[in-house]
């Protein structure tokens, strides 16, 4: 039995094609959210430590 019958004879996407399915562009937006709420966060602190420092 041949691995392509097994999984019924799809193959996994390559190069670019994998950022085609739904899934998989849910994924990006959630490293760039991810990404930016850290960002946000890292500032906020800075500002936040000054502030206090501050007063």
Not at 44 to 51: D, G, K, M, T, Y
């Amino acid at each position: 039995m041949a691995p392509a019958a097994a999984s019924g004879g799809s193959t996994l996407p390559r190069g670019f094609s994998v950022f085609t399915t739904f899934p998989d562009l849910l994924f990006i937006f959630e490293f760039v959210f991810s990404y930016v709420v850290t960002l946000l966060y890292v500032v906020h602190a800075v500002f936040a430590l000054i502030r206090w420092k501050s007063s």
